[in-house]
């Protein structure tokens, strides 16, 4: 006990870097894994030697290539969003001017070259799997004289009856995910990335995210949300032969700037546990339509198992009520439409009613917002039985441009163009 | 990529349980490891069987004993502290029956026997280091009346020029920690232990707090903070001999059922991050004392190093300055005052005036608050330069048991005493 108290040998920023140098090459998915055994460089080093980052810690998710990072990569324990409108004055120059700081900060931090001035607070710590993705809202093109850059596909998405949104949490000019597994690495970059906004943009909104650790569960299992449902079964994977057609705009897609980019609805969807937790289990399965305990539908198998909507039961009743969220949000009952979805939960303590402010940071990525989260909602708006124990409260719809290639900041195809 | 999605086999609860039960007896500190390579009793069951627990997953921390658990263990990466107040016509009797329910959710859920039902989240999850430990607070006695019961140490705290405390956030009946290496098996005991309260009590303030994952660094280091300062050097160790003394009630001590026990101060001490990293790290140093980088004196050495307080640098000055946080702390500038520190960091976005509201949940043990926090507090509130850096929101004292025997509760001897 008192472990991390009681050894305390001296780490120096170059010795961490150098044992993140032995972490390997970048993997197909963007993912450097740690090397397994790390301390080998450091044999001969005497007592003092920093010991092996661990996975956790040392794992290192590419900057650049094709996709910007935070959108294949599996979820992670942190995350936080953060919403920024250009400030008065500022235009398309000094949007440039930020988005090439925050390119510069995001590529270093990734790899592990955590701040090491005024603003650094994970010193000591490996890249933990640190994500930054960088997004473009609706409002940005006005605001920089690029309207005609603007993609269709950021119109403003339609109201759904079920919204109780909050404006001044929604929207913003400009938006960065930041995920990782250690929660001082995650709020180590966001730092950093609001300190380099400095004159040029302001803090619109801001919000933090969980998810499992690594390795809390004995399976690399689907994802739980704070309902305790088995959530994001039905995300397209990407060995799927359409997948990359339904996520990504294609090379050759419009418009030009966004080749190899995605659309990010970013809805915080609160839930109201007080209410969900007075079901019975039994009751919670019918509105989901799955199996609480490992996500089965309530026709048998296992997760991954085809439900079965036809089967009726003893009772004469659909197995799979008609309003179960499963059945309504699948693909193949939206004409094909899918999304990745890619969420955080949250928990901001106590509202003002009394009841947890707690949910999910719903994120999703797709080429096409309107065949992606739009016609799906719009079915879930209608009937879902879900829906009596959610509250859409805040909503976003960003333009994720490709990763920059080498020596590119984000965006530049759109801001230089 | 997606590994976390694509695989998906079936754990049940049984399964799980029975994983866990591979763990081992529990150690001298309270914590039982995770069996390395605990999958070795699954080695016939096929590619379905679930795979091992990572140690993050499978630690599991003892409940019962000499001392409550939650204060001898290492931090955890998540922390939730909640605050109840008796709801009006309970006493003794509900609050009794109570902590009897509350006892035994947390002694379950310790051992990984996760909620089953309705409140079920972290359904698939090892135990992750979860503790639950519970204390009263001064207004718990007179309501149930048991003033003659009341330790003196619970005597409120002296106010202090610094404090800026949000009575509504302060104070409580009953409080209760809860701290476990991974979010959703924490959020599941907490939404368990408040199902539990029922009718007796009602939440009066609840805080979440967050400390580096394990595995985040190359060292089983001491904790950061969001200053990212090095935090928690000159903790007691166990291994001192007056460790025991300092923190814990003795066996013999008064009142009786407070043998074993520990007084709890809970601070919210807000950090002014957008003036802290206004400053040069120089200047960061000269308030702590510390470098910034490992946390070593800035008179030389490592962190471990005895600081060397008369040291005077070439301009004829100290080189720890006279106000530095870390001078004025120390424990032989104050009577041999110690209390074991045990925080978990918060954040909670921004605040209404735009600055993060951030900073730390600070959480100290000791056996007499007034020689513990109280000593300390006075020096700092007066010449302490990290008080321009960070503003005391709200605070709690509270009396926390010793373990509960096998078969009691906590508190069993004060409720039933």
């Known amino acids: ?182 929660a001082l690495v995650a709020f180590d970059a966001l730092r950093a990335l609001q300190k380099d906004a400095g004159d040029a943009a302001r803090v619109r909104w801001q919000m933090n995210g969980f998810n499992r650790s690594p390795g809390a569960t004995a399976h690399p299992m689907t994802a739980r949300n704070l309902m305790g449902q088995v959530d994001g079964t039905n995300n397209p994977k990407p060995a799927e032969s359409d997948f990359d057609r339904r996520i990504f705009v294609p090379a050759s897609g419009e418009p030009a700037w966004m080749a190899g980019g995605s659309y990010a609805v970013v809805r915080r969807i609160r839930m109201l546990l007080d209410d969900w937790e007075k079901l019975s289990v039994d009751a919670q399965e019918k509105v989901i339509g799955r199996r609480k305990s490992d996500g089965a539908p309530l026709t048998g198998g296992t997760e991954t198992t085809e439900p079965d909507l036809d089967k009726v039961g003893a009772d004469g009743k659909a197995v799979i009520p008609a309003d179960a969220h499963a059945r309504i949000s699948r693909p193949d009952q939206n004409g094909g439409a899918a999304m990745l979805r890619r969420p955080f939960s949250y928990h901001d303590g106590i509202a003002a009613d009394g009841t947890p402010d707690a949910g999910l940071l719903f994120v999703c990525w797709q080429a096409d917002p309107l065949r992606g989260f739009t016609a799906v909602q719009r079915k879930l708006d209608r009937g879902d039985a879900l829906s009596s124990f959610i509250r859409h409260e805040s909503s976003g719809l960003f333009a994720v441009p490709g990763g920059p290639g080498k020596g590119e900041y984000v965006g530049q195809r759109l801001l230089e163009g």
């Open 1 to 182: 006990m008192q472990d991390k108290q009681d050894q305390a040998p001296t780490v120096d920023g170059i010795s961490r870097r150098r044992l993140l140098g032995t972490a390997g090459a970048v993997g197909a998915g963007g993912l450097v894994l740690g090397a397994a055994g790390g301390a080998a460089g450091y044999a001969a080093a005497g007592p003092d030697a920093p010991a092996a980052l661990s996975t956790l810690g040392s794992t290192q998710v590419a900057w650049g290539g094709e996709h910007q990072p935070g959108i294949l990569q599996p979820l992670q324990a942190r995350g936080h969003l953060i919403a920024f409108d250009l400030a008065p004055g500022a235009g398309r120059k000094e949007a440039a001017a930020l988005l090439r700081r925050w390119s510069a900060t995001a590529e270093r931090l990734m790899k592990g070259e955590v701040s090491d001035g005024a603003t650094a607070i994970a010193l000591d710590a490996g890249p933990s799997s640190l994500t930054v993705t960088f997004g473009f809202g609706h409002s940005f093109f006005s605001r920089t004289g690029l309207e005609k850059q603007r993609p269709d596909a950021l119109d403003p998405l339609p109201p759904f009856s079920s919204d109780r949104l909050d404006r001044k949490r929604s929207d913003g000019d400009l938006w960065i995910q930041i995920g990782a597994d250690d």
